[in-house]
C-alpha cells in the first residue's frame, strides 16, 4: 500500500511509503484521495499528511509524462485536499520539489523539518507547476518571490520557505511527530481550515517587463515564459479559471519537442554513470590527492578535490608558481565562502591543514589519485609521468588531464599501464560539472571505477570516453568548428554563425567561444595535427594569421571580437582576412542563410557523434548528449545532439548528409551508424533502451 491510513487520537494521518522518493505516481494519488475521503467519513478532527522514508513527496512521476492519464489527476487530488472540511497538516522532510510542494501548498498548514528543501522546478523540465503551483504560491510570497522560484527552479532551505511564508513553522525530530505535535497545537487554539486559494491576491506587478527580462535569459526556452503568464493569470482571473488556465499551459507544453529533450536529459544525466563494467567492481581507497601544475586547470582540480574534503598535495616547477598556484586556489575557495557554500572554519581548514604546495616530487608518496594538469605536448607528458611513477605509491591511481592526447601511449611510456586513466576536467574545474573519464586499453576496472568514485565525491557528472584524439566532446567540437570554419571560407561570416547558434540556444557561438578559450589553444592543436592532415582536408589560414598577429581573443583583448571591459564589439580587421584566403583560394563567396547555417553545423555534430559512438568511443548515444549538454553548451531544452536528430527525424538528418557530400565528400562521410539507423527504421533512443535492457 502507498498510503497507509489510520486513527491517532481522532487525527487521520496518511503516510506515504512509495520509496525512493514517493513519487507521486498514479497509486499515491489515489491513496491521498481515498484517505482524505475515509478521514471525512470517520469524522476526524484533522488530517496530517507525511512521507515514510528519507522524504516528502519528492516529486511527480515523470515517467508518466506523454503517457494516457490515469485518474485522478494531481490538481484534482490537490483541490480534494485543499477543499478539506478538517484542517489538513503536511509534515515535510527530505525533500518537497514540482508536485510535492504543490500537495503542500493545498494543505491548510505546513511545517517542515530545518533540512528540509522546497521548489517547484518544472521548468527545468520543459514544463510548469501543473497543480496549482503557479497560483497557491503567489497568495503565500507575493509575485515576486513567485516568479523567481517558478522560473528559477531552484530550491530553498526550509528556513527561507519559513522566512517567506511558505510554511509556518521548522521543526526537528521526526516528521509524524512534528505533525501531530502541530495539528494538536491547531486544534488546541480552534483553528480550522485555512486554504490558500482564498487568500487574498498580492499587489500585481509590471509582468510584461519580467516577461521580457524571463524570456531573453531563457535562450529560446518556452517554459519560463509560460510560467509567467500563468502566474499572471492568478492576478486578474478567479481561482478555479486561474487553474484551468495554468493546466491549459501545462498541457500544451507536454506536447513539445523541448519537454522531450528535457526530459531526456534529466534521465542520461542519471543513468551516464551506470556501467555493466563496473558491476561488482569496488574503487580503491582515497583520501589525499596528488596535483601537477597549479595554473587555472591545475588550481581548479586542487579546489574541487578541497571543496570535498579531500587532502590535496600539489607540485609546482619553481617556489614562485607553487605560490601563485596557492593564490588562485585561494581566491576559488574564498568565492565558495562568499557564496555559502562552506564555513569560514571549513575555509581556514582547507587552506592551512589540507593544502601542501611543494616542488618535490616524493611529496606525493601519501596520494591515492595523482593527476596531471601540464602543457598539451606529449613529451611533457611523458617526463611527468615518469617522476610520477617513481614518487606514487602502487596502490596510487595515475592520471592525465589531458584534452586531446592519446592516454594509451601515455601508459605505454611507464610500467604501470593499468594505474593509468584520463581524468579530463573542463575549466573551471572546480565549477564545470563535466568530466570525461578516459578508459585506456590497459586500464584495470578498478581505476574505472576509483575515476567513477572521485567523480561521484566531486560532484560531477561523469562519462567513460575511449580513447582517441579528442576523445568524446573535443573529437566531436573539431568537426562541427570545422564545418563552421568551412562556411566561412565559402562565404558566411563569423558573426553570423554565432548569432544563429545563440537563437539556437547556445550560450554563445563557436566564434566567441574560441575568444573566451583563447585562439592560441586552437593554434597549436591545428599545428600539433599538421603532420598527420590529410591533404584533402581545408584548413582555415586566417585563423592562424591572427594568432601570428598576438590576438588570441579575450586573454589579449582582440581576437574575433574586440574587447572593452564588459563589451565586445566585431573585430573589423577578421572580414577583410577572410575575403584575402578567398582571393587566394579562388574561392566565390555565396550567401548562406541562417537555416543554412544550422543545418550544416548540426549535420556535422550529429554525424561526428554518431561515429563516436559507431566506434565505441561513447558506449551509448547518451554518453554523447551529457557530454554536449554539460560541457558544450549544448541548449538543454533540445536534450543533446543525438535527441535532437531522432526528433527532427534521422532520414531528414542522413538526407542532409548525403546532399552535402555532393560539395565535399571527404568531410561528409555519412557515419555507418546512422546510414544503418536508418535502413533498420531505428532511433539513438532505441540504442539507449538496448544498452539498459
Given at each position: 500500500m502507498t498510503i497507509s491510513y489510520e486513527i491517532d487520537g481522532g487525527v487521520a494521518v496518511l503516510t506515504a511509503a512509495n520509496p525512493p522518493v514517493n513519487a507521486l505516481g498514479a497509486n499515491i494519488r489515489k491513496g491521498l484521495s481515498a484517505g482524505i475521503s475515509r478521514a471525512v467519513a470517520d469524522g476526524a478532527q484533522a488530517v496530517l499528511i507525511h512521507g515514510d522514508g528519507r522524504t516528502w513527496f519528492a516529486g511527480a512521476d515523470i515517467r508518466e509524462f506523454g503517457k494516457p492519464p490515469?485518474?485522478?489527476?494531481?490538481?484534482?487530488?490537490?483541490?480534494?485536499?485543499?477543499?478539506?472540511?478538517?484542517?489538513?497538516?503536511?509534515?515535510?522532510?527530505?525533500?518537497?520539489?514540482?508536485?510535492?510542494?504543490?500537495?503542500?501548498l493545498a494543505c491548510h498548514y505546513r511545517v517542515a523539518a530545518s533540512s528540509a528543501k522546497l521548489g517547484l522546478p518544472e521548468v527545468t523540465l520543459g514544463v510548469i507547476p501543473g497543480a496549482g503551483g503557479t497560483q497557491r504560491l503567489p497568495r503565500l510570497t507575493g509575485y515576486e518571490t513567485a516568479i523567481e522560484m517558478i522560473t528559477g527552479g531552484r530550491p530553498i532551505s526550509?528556513?527561507?520557505?519559513?522566512?517567506?511564508?511558505?510554511?509556518?513553522m521548522v521543526a526537528k525530530g521526526d516528521p509524524r511527530a512534528n505533525g501531530l505535535d502541530y495539528v494538536a497545537a491547531i486544534l488546541a487554539d480552534a483553528h480550522s481550515p485555512r486554504p490558500?486559494?482564498?487568500?487574498?491576491?498580492?499587489?500585481?506587478?509590471?509582468?510584461?517587463?519580467?516577461?521580457?527580462?524571463v524570456a531573453q535569459k531563457s535562450r529560446g526556452q518556452l517554459s519560463p515564459v509560460l510560467a509567467i503568464d500563468a502566474i499572471e493569470a492568478s492576478s486578474r482571473l478567479p481561482f478555479a479559471?486561474?487553474?484551468?488556465?495554468?493546466?491549459?499551459?501545462f498541457l500544451s507544453l507536454l506536447e513539445t519537442d523541448q519537454r522531450k529533450g528535457m526530459i531526456h536529459a534529466f534521465f542520461a544525466e542519471r543513468q551516464v554513470a551506470k556501467l555493466p563494467e563496473l558491476e561488482g567492481v569496488a574503487p580503491r581507497d582515497f583520501a589525499e590527492i596528488g596535483v601537477i601544475g597549479g595554473g587555472t586547470m591545475g588550481a581548479g582540480i586542487a579546489t574541487a578535490a578541497l571543496l570535498a574534503g579531500l587532502r590535496v598535495t600539489l607540485i609546482e616547477m619553481t617556489q614562485e608558481a607553487a605560490e601563485a598556484a596557492r593564490t588562485r586556489i585561494g581566491g576559488n575557495v574564498a568565492g565558495a565562502l562568499r557564496r555559502g557554500k562552506i564555513s569560514q572554519d571549513e575555509h581556514d581548514r582547507m587552506l592551512s591543514d589540507a593544502l601542501t604546495l611543494s616542488t618535490e616530487y616524493n611529496d606525493l608518496g601519501n596520494a591515492d589519485i595523482v593527476i596531471e594538469a601540464v602543457f598539451e605536448d606529449m613529451a611533457v607528458k611523458k617526463q611527468v609521468f615518469a617522476r610520477i611513477?617513481?614518487?606514487?605509491?602502487?596502490?596510487?591511481v595515475l592520471a592525465s588531464n589531458t584534452s586531446y592526447l592519446n592516454i594509451d601511449e601515455i601508459a605505454a611510456s611507464i610500467e604501470r599501464a593499468r594505474d593509468v586513466i584520463g581524468l579530463h576536467f573542463f575549466s573551471p574545474a572546480h565549477v564545470m560539472r563535466l568530466l570525461e573519464i578516459v578508459v585506456g586499453e590497459e586500464t584495470a576496472p578498478d581505476v574505472v571505477a576509483t575515476g567513477f568514485a572521485l567523480g561521484k565525491r566531486l560532484g560531477k557528472v561523469s562519462v567513460r570516453s575511449g580513447v582517441c584524439d579528442g576523445f568524446i566532446g573535443n573529437r566531436i567540437l573539431s568537426h562541427y568548428r570545422t564545418a563552421a570554419d568551412h562556411m566561412i571560407l565559402d562565404g558566411a561570416s563569423p558573426y553570423q554563425i554565432d548569432r544563429v547558434l545563440e537563437s539556437f540556444g547556445f550560450p554563445m557561438g563557436p566564434f566567441a567561444v574560441a575568444d573566451l578559450a583563447g585562439l592560441d589553444i586552437g593554434w597549436a592543436n591545428r599545428k600539433r595535427l599538421a603532420p598527420m592532415r590529410d591533404p584533402r582536408e581545408r584548413v582555415p589560414g586566417y585563423a592562424d594569421t591572427l594568432c601570428e598577429q598576438g590576438h588570441f581573443g579575450q586573454k589579449t583583448g582582440r581576437g574575433y571580437y574586440v574587447y572593452d571591459g564588459h563589451t565586445k564589439t566585431e573585430n573589423a580587421d577578421v572580414l577583410p582576412l577572410i575575403e584575402a584566403e578567398?582571393?587566394?583560394?579562388?574561392?566565390?563567396?555565396?550567401?548562406?542563410?541562417d537555416d543554412d547555417i544550422l543545418r550544416r553545423y548540426m549535420a556535422a555534430m550529429v554525424n561526428e557523434a554518431a561515429k563516436v559512438v559507431g566506434e565505441g568511443i561513447a558506449r551509448r548515444p547518451l554518453d554523447v548528449d551529457v557530454v554536449l549538454l554539460?560541457?558544450?553548451?549544448?541548449?538543454?531544452?533540445?536534450?543533446?545532439?543525438?535527441?535532437?536528430?531522432?526528433?527532427?527525424?534521422?532520414?531528414?538528418?542522413?538526407?542532409?548528409?548525403?546532399?552535402?557530400?555532393?560539395?565535399?565528400?571527404?568531410?561528409?562521410?555519412?557515419?555507418?551508424?546512422?546510414?544503418?539507423?536508418?535502413?533498420?527504421?531505428?532511433?539513438?533512443?532505441?540504442?539507449?533502451?538496448?544498452?539498459?535492457?
Open positions: 490515469v485518474p485522478p489527476s494531481l490538481p484534482d487530488v490537490c483541490n480534494q485536499i485543499e477543499s478539506c472540511p478538517v484542517p489538513v497538516v503536511a509534515s515535510i522532510h527530505g525533500t518537497a520539489l514540482g508536485g510535492g510542494l504543490e500537495v503542500a526550509a528556513a527561507k520557505a519559513l522566512e517567506l511564508g511558505i510554511i509556518d490558500v486559494s482564498a487568500m487574498p491576491v498580492p499587489a500585481p506587478v509590471d509582468f510584461d517587463a519580467i516577461k521580457a527580462k479559471e486561474g487553474l484551468a488556465e495554468e493546466r491549459r499551459l611513477e617513481a614518487a606514487a605509491k602502487s596502490s596510487a578567398r582571393d587566394k583560394l579562388g574561392i566565390t563567396a555565396r550567401a548562406f542563410s554539460m560541457g558544450y553548451g549544448f541548449p538543454r531544452y533540445h536534450g543533446g545532439p543525438l535527441k535532437w536528430a531522432d526528433m527532427q527525424g534521422l532520414p531528414k538528418v542522413l538526407a542532409d548528409i548525403q546532399e552535402l557530400a555532393k560539395e565535399d565528400p571527404y568531410f561528409w562521410q555519412p557515419a555507418s551508424l546512422l546510414t544503418q539507423l536508418v535502413a533498420q527504421g531505428r532511433t539513438f533512443e532505441y540504442l539507449n533502451k538496448e544498452h539498459s535492457a
